[in-house]
């Protein structure tokens, strides 16, 4: 199969989908990998170096869409490139086809491609092995963003995350106790932080208390809870999701109406929709903005500020995926794994899930 790896559309965009060692790995199993002038620049790899394992460097988006069956890209197909889709063409990326724009999926549709949309890729086990890579370094991510935002000249409240001798820390609450969550709730709590879990999981609270060795405080979600907890926080990190839907808005406008002033909120679900009410989406080069007085963050495409490790991290955990859907083809990978079945959005053109079906009735 031939596998074209386009350079990333949205904004500060870095990672990329495959790495040279990836494409050195499909390139020895027979396939023709064709990639995008610059495409893994943002992540530290030269054109030489994907040209050294056998890659063919293509000059322009043109001749990247011609070349490839598949298209291994880390965010989809923009709207500007939509025509040069082919009928049968496999789109792969982080899509979030809940929340992509109706018009894109049309286009997706009225050029019969099919999709892969990584965060979808979902083993029975319920571990999504694309998106899991991800998530984890999202969630380690956290304290030192967490702790860059509160200080003053971020426009936070000027609070020091960890504590000193005789000054408490700042007080954090994580809603969700999954990955992301769970992940910054490891890292905020080594961190000496008073850190605050929120979950209707009880087994994940467990989790993550044993994961913390007993450092945070788990509580079960409620509504109650939640406008309990707000006033005194210093950083809230949203991250609810909800396989395959939107995020949930369980932080109303009225609740961070009662947040402290200049405290932050990092919406880490704003891929799918955000789980704050107040949150839109933002870019690494203007992450912030100030609403009801609170500092918000919400930059979809996180990972992508430790570009290098998130690529490897990806490339790790696509490539197998990729390599069978290369060797097998998407309908006889599919039929043989239902990590990848559960995966497609579109099969030519045609919705091959109800979320998909109800997506396109929105």
């Known amino acids: 199969m031939d596998i074209a790896i386009p350079r990333a559309y949205a904004p500060d965009e870095e990672r990329v989908a495959l790495t040279p060692a990836g494409v050195h790995t499909l390139v020895a199993a027979g396939h023709a990998v064709f990639i995008e002038r610059g495409a893994g620049l943002g992540a530290g790899f030269t054109d030489a170096s994907y040209s050294a394992v056998g890659a063919h460097i293509a000059y322009g988006p043109e001749e990247i869409y011609a070349r490839g069956d598949l298209l291994a890209t880390v965010d989809g197909v923009p709207e500007s490139a939509l025509a040069m889709v082919r009928p049968g063409q496999i789109v792969c990326g982080f899509l979030h086809m809940q929340v992509l724009p109706r018009r894109i999926i049309d286009g997706l549709v009225a050029a019969g491609a099919s999709t892969l949309s990584y965060e979808a890729i979902q083993r029975d086990d319920g571990i999504a092995p694309v998106l899991l890579p991800m998530s984890e370094i999202g969630g380690r991510l956290m304290p030192q963003l967490a702790a860059h935002l509160l200080e003053t000249p971020s426009g936070g409240r000027g609070t020091l995350l960890a504590p000193i001798p005789g000054v408490p820390s700042a007080e954090v609450v994580v809603l969700g106790a999954g990955r992301v969550g769970g992940n910054a709730a490891y890292g905020f709590s080594s961190w000496g932080v008073q850190t605050t879990v929120l979950d209707q999981d009880l087994d994940r609270l467990r989790l993550v208390e044993q994961i913390c060795r007993g450092h945070v405080t788990t509580r079960l979600y409620t509504e109650n809870t939640l406008t309990q907890v707000l006033p005194f926080a210093d950083v809230v990190v949203g991250a609810v999701k909800v396989p395959r839907e939107r995020a949930p808005k369980l932080v109303s406008a009225a609740m961070v109406a009662t947040m402290k002033p200049r405290s932050v909120i990092i919406d880490a679900a704003i891929d799918e929709g955000g789980c704050v009410e107040t949150s839109r989406p933002t870019t690494h080069s203007n992450p912030t903005y100030v609403a009801s007085g609170v500092l918000h963050y919400a930059v979809p495409n996180i990972p992508s500020a430790?570009?290098?490790?998130?690529?490897?991290?990806?490339?790790?955990?696509?490539?197998?995926?990729?390599?069978?859907?290369?060797?097998?083809?998407?309908?006889?990978?599919?039929?043989?794994?239902?990590?990848?079945?559960?995966?497609?959005?579109?099969?030519?053109?045609?919705?091959?899930?109800?979320?998909?079906?109800?997506?396109?009735?929105?």
């Open 306 to 362: 430790v570009a290098r490790t998130a690529a490897h991290a990806l490339n790790n955990a696509l490539l197998p995926f990729v390599l069978q859907i290369a060797e097998q083809g998407l309908e006889q990978a599919a039929a043989r794994s239902r990590a990848i079945a559960r995966g497609i959005g579109l099969y030519h053109g045609q919705p091959y899930t109800p979320a998909i079906e109800h997506a396109l009735e929105r």
